[in-house]
């Protein structure tokens, strides 16, 4: 793989080199399908003009994955998202895959721009956003770039924009699967890092929970980082070596966590993807991401003639279960019926508000009330980016 991409990248290099040269400019013509974001057919691409009337152009659509497309997680998500997408009329997509957060991804979107067209682009990984985005945005301000994540705030380019889907709702009730599920009322989390967004995800799932079983405890290990697949084996072995019989997880690639589960003959609940294909005895459901609800809406505006330049298109997109920006995996086969009817009544309550996850009064692991009774957050509250706690019933440590 590192053998490609030092082939790759020189190849882009010395093209970009040979269109700006006077001599390369009587063949230039070739490249007219793939032009830089200076001419004006990309011009009108990123307003919206590849779906004018007058013209037969596709509306192209560039998506940059850190991990392998087929990983059962974080990047698998995306590209199905990608892959609903391109089967919309007019639109055509390109991508590339085990791109690292360096700056080749800087190369891998200049080239989607000057050689492919892209007018809309997809780098879907955290750290490509700083400096490797911003940098390229600013080279092709007619060019836009959506980003998976929460980093756009004022005084960031204005064409650059975020996306992000939360996933609490989700957790909320494969947590409470989890607890109906389970035998020892032991549950187990193999997590990544202590930062916010994973915190957030612990908590939901121990809330769901506990809804259901106010006794279940949960312990988490955390790894330390995204992908290490010989630490997600060694904790999700520890874990079920201590009792427990279910195990959730946040890393970007879920396989290691559910397959080790799955050989040790107890529960796994899913996260990113469907990964019922891994575990066809043990998988009970999981929080998956409906990228492709936020594509396709992005595609709509686009072809409307908004873009996030014109403000047409907000710069910051976010949403749960409600906006259907996530869903539940299916149903594994050691889900009772009476558990699906509840978790479904649950799912049903958190879309139509009349019920939240984060709903008072709610202490930490060490006694403390957090959220204090009579005052509840929706999942898209601000404040709930301050979560640096772990909740009641959860065995683990921040820090």
Same mark, same amino acid.
């Given at each position: 793989?590192?053998?490609?991409?030092?082939?790759?990248?020189?190849?882009?290099?010395?093209?970009?080199?040979? $269109?700006?040269?006077?001599?390369?400019?009587?063949? @230039?013509?070739?490249?007219?399908?793939?032009?830089?974001? @200076?001419?004006?057919?990309?011009?009108?691409?990123?307003?919206?003009?590849?779906?004018?009337?007058?013209?037969?152009?596709?509306?192209?659509?560039?998506?940059?994955? &850190?991990?392998?497309?087929?990983?059962?997680?974080?990047?698998?998500?995306?590209?199905?998202?990608?892959?609903?997408?391109?089967?919309?009329?007019?639109?055509?997509?390109?991508?590339? +895959?085990?791109?690292?957060?360096?700056?080749?991804?800087?190369?891998? $979107?200049?080239? $989607?721009?000057?050689?492919?067209?892209?007018?809309?682009?997809?780098?879907?990984?955290?750290?490509?956003?700083?400096?490797?985005?911003?940098?390229?945005?600013?080279?092709?301000?007619?060019?836009?770039?959506?980003?998976?994540?929460?980093?756009?705030?004022?005084?960031?380019?204005?064409? &650059?924009?975020?996306?992000?889907?939360?996933?609490?709702?989700?957790?909320? &009730?494969?947590?409470?699967?989890?607890?109906?599920?389970?035998?020892?009322?032991?549950?187990?989390?193999? +997590?990544?890092?202590?930062?916010?967004?994973?915190?957030?995800?612990?908590?939901?799932?121990?809330?769901?929970?506990?809804?259901? !079983?106010?006794?279940?405890? $949960?312990?988490?290990?955390?790894?330390?980082?995204?992908?290490?697949? &010989?630490?997600?084996?060694?904790?999700?072995? @520890?874990? +079920?070596?201590?009792?427990?019989?279910?195990? +959730?997880?946040?890393?970007?690639?879920?396989?290691?966590?559910?397959?080790?589960?799955?050989?040790?003959?107890?529960?796994?609940?899913?996260?990113?993807?469907?990964?019922?294909?891994?575990?066809?005895?043990?998988?009970?459901?999981?929080?998956?991401?409906?990228?492709?609800?936020?594509? !396709?809406?992005?595609?709509?505006?686009? !072809? @409307?003639?908004?873009?996030?330049?014109?403000?047409?298109?907000?710069?910051?997109?976010?949403?749960?279960?409600?906006e259907n920006y996530i869903k539940l995996a299916p149903y594994g086969a050691a889900v009772s019926d009476a558990t699906k009817k509840d978790a479904e009544a649950t799912k049903e309550k958190l879309i139509a508000g009349t019920t939240e996850v984060y709903k008072g009064a709610i202490a930490d692991?060490?006694?403390?009330?957090?959220?204090?009774?009579?005052?509840?957050?929706?999942?898209?509250?601000?404040?709930?980016?301050?979560?640096?706690?772990?909740?009641?019933?959860?065995?683990?440590?921040?820090?």
């Amino acid at each position: 793989m590192s053998t490609k991409r030092s082939l790759y990248i020189p190849r882009r290099q010395v093209i970009r080199g040979l $269109m700006a040269t006077a001599a390369f400019g009587a063949t @230039s013509k070739l490249w007219t399908g793939c032009s830089s974001s @200076s001419t004006p057919e990309a011009q009108s691409s990123a307003g919206g003009g590849a779906a004018s009337p007058v013209s037969d152009k596709p509306l192209v659509l560039g998506f940059i994955y &850190v991990g392998a497309k087929d990983d059962y997680g974080w990047n698998q998500a995306q590209a199905v998202g990608a892959a609903e997408v391109a089967k919309l009329p007019g639109v055509k997509i390109v991508e590339q +895959a085990s791109v690292p957060e360096t700056k080749e991804v800087q190369e891998v $979107m200049r080239n $989607m721009i000057d050689q492919d067209g892209a007018t809309l682009l997809f780098p879907t990984s955290f750290g490509y956003f700083d400096p490797h985005v911003l940098a390229v945005a600013k080279d092709y301000p007619e060019v836009q770039f959506f980003h998976a994540g929460t980093l756009w705030t004022e005084g960031k380019p204005k064409n &650059v924009g975020s996306y992000y889907a939360l996933v609490d709702d989700g957790q909320y &009730v494969a947590g409470q699967v989890a607890a109906a599920t389970s035998k020892t009322g032991k549950l187990g989390f193999v +997590a990544a890092k202590p930062i916010n967004p994973v915190l957030r995800n612990i908590n939901s799932f121990i809330l769901g929970a506990r809804s259901v !079983k106010p006794t279940v405890k $949960m312990q988490v290990i955390f790894t330390g980082d995204w992908s290490l697949p &010989v630490k997600e084996a060694e904790a999700t072995n @520890s874990l +079920a070596d201590q009792g427990c019989d279910v195990i +959730a997880m946040h890393v970007d690639s879920p396989k290691v966590v559910i397959e080790t589960a799955e050989k040790r003959g107890i529960f796994s609940s899913g996260f990113h993807a469907d990964q019922s294909s891994l575990a066809p005895k043990g998988y009970l459901t999981g929080t998956a991401y409906a990228w492709d609800t936020i594509f !396709k809406n992005y595609v709509s505006l686009v !072809k @409307s003639g908004k873009t996030l330049m014109n403000e047409g298109i907000p710069h910051l997109t976010i949403g749960g279960l409600k906006e259907n920006y996530i869903k539940l995996a299916p149903y594994g086969a050691a889900v009772s019926d009476a558990t699906k009817k509840d978790a479904e009544a649950t799912k049903e309550k958190l879309i139509a508000g009349t019920t939240e996850v984060y709903k008072g009064a709610i202490a930490d692991n060490a006694g403390k009330v957090q959220i204090p009774a009579g005052k509840e957050y929706k999942v898209t509250d601000a404040d709930l980016n301050k979560i640096d706690w772990l909740a009641e019933g959860v065995i683990g440590k921040t820090s």
